[in-house]
């Protein structure tokens, strides 16, 4: 069976319970996106697990989740944004620093991941 779904093994699957269902929409149709683009779908943070590492209020309400951009090009993260901004970007939480609805954040700096996040 294909697995279309990897997470890392620091991630909690229970946190799923919590999960605000918009984000369940939002995990659908970022694995939508990678099995058309045959990109890898890797799960690298939820909840709980996110918690120890970084304050964000969307990953403790259960509002976000973090994937690996390993194997995208940044054409790929192009396409993805515009993808999401598409099919789901009411979704998306509104950004403290700027008052801007975004459903994913591509982060920069060392860890440089996919944020996904929903309003509440
Ligand atoms: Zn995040």
Known sequence: MTSFY?????????????ANPKL?????YF???CQEHTLPCLITSLFTDAVKIRSSST???????????????D????MLVEYMEDKVGSLGAI??????????????????????QVSP
């Open 6 to 18: 990897k997470f890392k093994p620091e991630v909690t699957l229970n946190d799923l319970e919590n």
């Open 24 to 28: 369940l929409i939002v995990l659908g």
């Open 31 to 33: 694995g939508l996106f």
């Open 59 to 73: 990953h403790r309400d259960g509002r976000a989740f973090d994937a690996s951009i390993r194997g995208f090009t």
């Open 75 to 78: 054409e790929d993260i192009k």
């Open 95 to 116: 950004s403290l620093s700027d008052n801007i609805r975004r459903v994913v954040i591509c982060h920069g700096g060392t860890a440089r991941h996919l944020h996904f």
